[in-house]
């Protein structure tokens, strides 16, 4: 079986990198945006950074700017509607992966009208149009949204998160400029930086890894593990780095997959509103003691990557503990917390757990699993 790429058609990276957008709009003969960003961004001025490169340019737009944090079959809807009325025929999404996943399904139903019920969106959906030109410009460095080919929705009435995967979602257009990152607070950083480690990690041990996606994801786990306590603490160097490492862990693991981490991780947000990168790291140690007997022997890559002190002299066994314990330090280091108390409760754990293995990630995970042990995962977590 052929292993398929999908990446951006082109992407910016740098300082200033967000000057292209014009051209980028102007060159592909596009005559009006739907600017999709949050109220946050609008507030404290950073979306104006894009649009005052759109009115020095004398492109047309319009705003939507209710993307909630974990944004909502709502939002699409809403999005949607604000599409239309606007008349756009493309889409810059400003902000983190919410605005970027609420861009992706607005613009698939805008030119796939036949999945205008969004939870038809669930999955691998047989959309036969590419959505509408997206510029994606992130605001914060871990979702990778901008290269990849995946959204998350949250089902409200559900109390669920519903993944959704379609090459025909991606950005055309990338544009990472760490300088849009720059106004993230501390425990905004942390948490995206440690979901990015996340996609590196379970995109280097899912079952879809292959060659070329395990360059992508060593390369970012070294690059993320150099520069994000450095980014925490709003250095030029670590934004730099953590603005061109999540993008690189994007371009691997929207490829291959994702695994139990994830799945887990997706309740969380959609149950309790916790912030997603939080979730992430709190559960990826337990995740990778869980597939070590199944993929413990990859760990040795992740810990040199990670620059562990004398990885290469240790047994499989050995280089494995201390590659967990480098992540543990990692996010202990940037303030995640270590484990879910205050956050999970034990009432919820079965509904949780069901929904973690109903969700699309959890194929790829290495190690196969069952509810069973996404409980037991859990539990192990207060």
């Given at each position: ?101 609420t ?34 410009v992130?605001?914060?460095a ?9 959204y ?18 991606i ?43 395990d ?51 997706h ?116």
């Amino acid at each position: 079986m052929a292993n398929r790429f999908v990446l951006n058609e082109r992407s910016y990276h740098g300082k200033g990198a967000i000057q292209e957008i014009a051209g980028e709009v102007t060159s592909r003969g596009l005559k009006k945006a739907l600017v999709c960003s949050d109220p946050d961004l609008l507030k404290f001025g950073v979306t104006k950074k894009v649009t005052d490169v759109l009115d020095a340019a004398g492109i047309a737009y319009e705003i939507y700017d209710q993307i909630k944090p974990n944004p909502t079959i709502q939002n699409v809807q809403e999005g949607v509607e604000a599409c239309k009325k606007a008349q756009a025929d493309c889409l810059i999404a400003i902000g983190g992966g919410s605005a970027m996943d609420t861009s992706k399904a607005i613009g698939i139903i805008a030119t796939n009208p036949e999945f205008a019920d969004v939870r038809s969106l669930e999955g691998v959906a047989p959309t036969k149009n590419p959505c509408l030109p997206i510029i994606a410009v992130p605001t914060t460095a871990g979702t990778a949204a901008e290269v990849t080919i995946n959204y998350v929705i949250t089902d409200v009435e559900k109390n669920r998160k519903f993944v959704c995967v379609d090459p025909h979602d991606i950005p055309v257009v990338a544009i990472v400029d760490p300088d849009m990152m720059a106004s993230m607070p501390k425990g905004l950083t942390a948490a995206t930086g440690m979901d990015a480690l996340t996609h590196a990690i379970e995109g280097y041990i899912t079952k879809g890894a292959w060659e070329l996606s395990d360059m992508f994801h060593l390369k970012a786990i070294e690059i993320i593990a150099k520069s994000l306590r450095g980014a925490v603490e709003n250095t030029p160097e670590g934004r730099e780095g953590m603005a061109l490492g999540q993008y690189i862990a994007g371009m691997g693991f929207s490829n291959v997959g994702l695994g139990v981490v994830h799945s887990m991780a997706h309740g969380l947000s959609a149950l309790y509103d916790t912030p997603h990168g939080v979730a992430c790291a709190i559960i990826l140690p337990t995740g990778l003691e869980f597939n070590k007997p199944v993929a413990g022997k990859r760990y040795r890559a992740i810990g040199k990557a990670m620059q562990v002190p004398g990885i290469d002299n240790m047994t499989d066994e050995e280089a494995a503990d201390a590659t967990i314990a480098a992540v543990k330090q990692l996010s202990a280091d940037v303030g995640i917390p270590a484990n879910l108390q205050g956050i999970l409760k034990e009432e919820d754990i079965a509904f949780l757990a069901k929904s973690a293995y109903a969700d699309a990630c959890c194929p790829g995970n290495p190690r196969d699993t069952s509810e069973e042990e996404i409980t037991e995962l859990y539990r192990s977590l207060l």
